[in-house]
């Protein structure tokens, strides 16, 4: 059974850079042809993809989102981090780590995290 989990700080300040990351138990994140994605839903508001780090540990940003945005992984932990840049409240939101074998651009995850909500606040 694959499992994700979010962990990080649930507060950030303005204009810190917000840093969580996703632990995956059940399979290695270097597993072929899956690909690992952070997404966040703002309070009232759709879910938003940040972007993904792939198999190969290749990565690709949301363009709205890519001049702030990196994702790296540690494969010995089987871990994947985000790191949000020059937050502002704007970027307040439940986080979610998801991956699987499908498109992430396409919305296609077969596992998801709980999620973990981030406050952007002094």
């Known amino acids: 059974q694959v499992q994700l989990q979010e962990s990080g700080p649930g507060l950030v300040k303005p204009s810190q850079t917000l840093s969580l990351t996703c632990t995956v138990s059940g399979v290695p994140i270097t597993a072929t042809y899956h690909y690992w994605s952070w997404i966040r839903q703002p309070p009232g508001k759709g879910k938003e993809w940040i972007g993904y780090i792939g198999y190969t540990g290749n990565t690709y940003y949301s363009p709205r989102l890519e001049s702030r945005v990196s994702i790296s992984w540690e494969t010995s932990k089987n871990q994947f981090t985000l790191q949000l840049s020059s937050v502002t409240p704007e970027d307040t939101a439940i986080y979610y780590c998801?991956?699987?074998?499908?498109?992430?651009?396409?919305?296609?995850?077969?596992?998801w995290g709980q999620g973990t909500q981030v406050t952007v606040s002094l």
């Open positions: 998801v991956g699987g074998t499908g498109s992430p651009i396409q919305e296609e995850y077969d596992y």
